[in-house]
């Protein structure tokens, strides 16, 4: 079992900066990849960014590509999220995840995802 907490959410104006962070615990050994998702009120969840665990590749949605950088540390088993430029379409619940069991390595769905956190609110003011 993986424990993942979301922390560094928060109220940004419009141009701002957050940095979010993703702390797993437990059973974290085999982990694949880590991820973020974004859920807007009245919309479905959708992919942000990933990182693969072992080669650091990144992986980033269109919207937020230059604006967004992920990184690991696989000595704290945590990711962070390095949010500038934000948009009030950033607007959203930001939830971690982590792939340990997905063989597809599709790191934008959802569905490849073993395990996620609770979420962090994150709202961009304009």
């Known amino acids: 079992q993986v424990q993942l907490v979301e922390s560094g959410g928060g109220l940004v104006q419009a141009g701002g900066s957050l940095r979010l962070s993703c702390a797993a615990s437990?059973?974290?050994?085999?982990?694949?990849?880590m991820a973020w998702f974004r859920q807007a009120p009245g919309k479905e969840r959708e992919f942000v960014s990933a990182?693969?665990?072992?080669?650091?590749?990144?992986y980033y949605a269109e919207s937020v590509k230059g604006r967004f950088t992920i990184s690991r540390d696989n000595a704290k088993n945590t990711v962070l999220l390095q949010m500038s430029s934000l948009k009030p379409e950033d607007t959203a619940v930001y939830y971690c995840?982590?792939?340990?069991?997905?063989?597809?390595?599709?790191?934008?769905?959802?569905?490849?995802?073993?395990?996620w956190g609770q979420g962090t609110q994150v709202t961009v003011s304009s």
């Open positions: 995840a982590a792939m340990k069991y997905g063989s597809s390595y599709r790191y934008m769905r959802e569905y490849e995802y073993d395990y």
């Open positions: 437990g059973r974290t050994q085999g982990t694949k990849a």
């Open positions: 990182i693969s665990w072992s080669g650091g590749i990144t």
